[in-house]
């Protein structure tokens, strides 16, 4: 019997992962195993009765069903783990034998490790529908995820002399600049750190330390503290030309490396000219305001202590950001609950405070929303327990122009090169299957010679403002024809069939 043919037999069972254990006339040994990795991953079914061999599946039954059953429950309410497991139990005849199936959830955070016999040298995860052994680093992992919301509200030995005073300055500046009758503005600094908890008993919190502290205290307890950002001009390490074509040298501690960060990432996403204040180019677009919540969801909910480190890399194709330390719940459960739970629930709320995040599951929704309406592709979203991956893809994998195309726009050009600009802008058009007015057409004229210009010398070029400039190149990004690759100064453009 295949894994589908069995599945199709047991047909009420909500089939996640599963494990089968031939359980002839006792409950095996192994199933402890199982009971463990499903209980601190993702939860699974334990079937009873069946034996697996390679991908043969061979159903044996089990000869005393009510006994196998009573045992394997008294072991799990007993003593055998650290905490007592509830299985929901079912039981079925197929081909004249009785199989038992018995579903383990995932436990609760705050529960993890699940081990047994009294030894965390017992502690199983689940890995490529196998049970393994977790090292010492994931069963660390676990213990920190149990602490959920507390770990950065612990005292470290430093004082507030231990802070960077700029930091704070321009933390406490850029609060009164965006609300200036907050009741905060008027306290000393003391005061101030005390009211965002991270100063309790003049000792510093590890959340103050980490938004507000000098670069040795906080290597002092957390080594080799950083936020890894690297932009890679390929799809992949393989298809780039060297390793990383820029990385983020090192900051002093999370609100500058925030800033600093940000600068980067807006430079790698397409913002289409809209007038703010001051005539300045407005932001506030749905896809700049979800790769900001991703920044900001990764300093709230990264552990600090784990040995891998958070990072961004921005490919030519996608923008990721990586998270170690895993989500309080199913994402599932978090944007349809709109449920927060942040890991660090003081950096959260000093985030909060000059409203650079979100709750965290109306965080997700702008991620997702907003990076879909203007790309049109949902950010894919992927971890495990320790873990959890956010990818931004520019678009579904958009086919830039052959040589050959190039060839054939630039052979139009040399052809018409006395043509008004409209007429050429048409001829242009027409080989790229879309409506172009001149200085749109300008513009693919000039990136055909130059795809490493910018808009500043192209707005030399053609004789028109910046401004103007911007808004050709919006109206080429939306007819799906031009995006920008990288930086204004190290990036390029490329033409989209």
Partial sequence: MTKEELIKRLEDIEWEDFEVKAARSAVPQSSWETVSSFSNTAGGWLIFGVQQLGKEFIIQGVENPEKIEQDFITALRGGKFNIKIQTTNKKYKVNGVDILAFHVASAPAKFKPIYFS??????F?????????ATQEEIDAMFRNSSFESKDKEL????????????VHRYRTYLQNIEPAHSYNSLSNAEFLQKLNVLINQKITIAGLLVFGKEDCINYVIPDFRIDYLEIAGTSYSKAPARYKYR???EENLFNYYFSVYKKLIKNIDIPFKEGKNGFRDEDQPQVNAVKEALVNLLMHTDYFSNAKPRIRVFTDRIEFFNPGGLPKKLEDIINEDFSMPRNSTIAKIFRIIKLSENIGSGFHKMINGWESYYKVKPDITGDFDSYTITFKYSQAPQVTTQETVEKITKIINENKD????ELGVKLGEELGVKLGENEAEVIRIIVENNLITSVELSKRI???????ENNIAKLKKKGILRRVGSDKGGYWEILK
């Fill in 463 to 469: 004789g028109i403002s910046t401004t103007a400039i």
């Fill in 156 to 167: 470290t030995d430093f004082a507030i002399s231990d802070l960077d005073e700029e930091t």
């Fill in 118 to 123: 009294n030894s965390l040298k017992n502690t």
């Fill in 248 to 250: 983020l040298p090192g």
């Fill in 419 to 422: 043509l008004p600009k409209k």
């Fill in 125 to 133: 995860i689940r890995t490529g529908s196998g049970d393994q052994r």
